[in-house]
């Protein structure tokens, strides 16, 4: 039994070195087949371990891999967005130069006929005012040198096709403007010239440069006869040969002389009105002839039935004789 047992186990002999005794240790069989085992054991979960630490940290950078994948795929799309927002920029600001171009050629020919006007207005000495608010800010100025400043507000693509559209719009809101003014600009140019030749062919200038007047309109004593008349018209004392003016712009429709009238002009003005010069020593116009107001028509005379140089001046309305006075004044006159 002893043997049995001695057989179970191993002695180990330790020796340090020959100064110091050996040293026995007795192990049993069984003991030492454990650490053995315990080893491979240990070894064995440590591989186990490394082996599941290795799968946790080969998983953790396949998701950071498609993480980043992920995050590619966007910044593509986003990046092919962008380009696709730059390419509808590009193109409507293409679109936006072209129709400036356009436009450019619309304002021009707008200006030419607002020159025109101008022109009209400065040679006919039209006065023209008004209150509204596009000329009050008209006394506004602009310099971009001058300081500025402001919160700084980033730009987006999409706020830059935002900003394309709405200046489409205007655009468009111009075009339609500058044809309205097309269209309208030669119908004001023509209402002013017809305006213009209202103002112009009504008489209102004195017509002569004598301011004395020697018979009124209406009923007077005739000095011929001494018996009470109607006076169609006034007459101004002057000197022979003096000049008379033309007391507006019109035509002459009559340059003749008869026996009570002697010499005499009718000019026929707008609106039905007519001015008519008699007792003339001298016409210079013609039948026929356009004259413009303060235009020298005549020189003063006796001519006809008349006691001495004088003009007899008259305005016809519609026909019929009115006050001349109404029309002309001596404020009116070329002095």
Not at 134 to 157: C, F, P, Q, R, T
Not at 238 to 260: M, Q
Not at 296 to 302: D, F, K, P
Request: proline share 4%; charged share 20%.
């Amino acid at each position: 039994m002893k043997n049995a047992t001695a057989n179970r186990r191993l002695t180990l002999l330790v020796m340090r070195d020959a100064q110091h005794s050996v040293k026995q240790i007795h192990l049993s069989k069984p003991l030492l087949l454990a650490v053995p085992a315990a080893a491979v054991l240990s070894l064995s979960g440590l591989v186990l371990a490394i082996q599941a630490h290795s799968s946790q940290a080969i998983s953790n950078l396949e998701q950071k891999v498609t993480l980043e994948q992920l995050k590619n795929i966007q910044l593509q799309s986003s990046i092919t967005s962008r380009e696709q927002s730059i390419e509808r920029l590009q193109t409507e600001i293409i679109k936006l130069s072209s129709q400036a171009k356009d436009m450019q050629l619309k304002m021009q020919h707008v200006d030419q006929l607002e020159q025109q006007l101008q022109k009209f207005i400065d040679k006919h000495k039209i006065s023209m005012s008004t209150d509204a608010p596009a000329d009050k800010a008209s006394s506004l100025s602009w310099d971009a040198s001058e300081h500025v400043g402001g919160e700084y507000i980033a730009v987006h693509e999409n706020d830059m096709l935002d900003l394309a559209r709405e200046t489409k719009d205007d655009f468009q809101e111009m075009q339609e403007l500058l044809k309205t003014m097309e269209s309208n600009i030669p119908h004001t140019l023509k209402k002013a010239q017809e305006t213009q030749v209202q103002i112009a062919g009504n008489p209102t200038v004195w017509p002569t440069a004598s301011k004395v007047m020697t018979s009124s309109f209406g009923y007077r004593t005739d000095p011929f006869t001494g018996k009470a008349a109607f006076h169609a018209g006034i007459d101004i004392a002057g000197d022979n040969g003096g000049p008379v003016y033309a007391a507006g712009a019109g035509k002459v429709i009559t340059a003749e002389e008869s026996g009570a009238r002697g010499r005499y002009i009718v000019i026929e003005h707008p609106g039905g009105l007519q001015t008519w010069y008699m007792h003339l020593s001298k016409i210079l116009v013609n039948i026929g002839d356009t004259v413009d107001k303060r235009q020298q028509i005549a020189q003063l005379g006796s001519t006809g039935r008349s006691t001495g140089p004088h003009l007899h001046f008259q305005v016809v309305k519609q026909d019929k004789p009115v006050n001349p006075l109404p029309y002309i004044r001596s404020d009116n006159s070329l002095n």
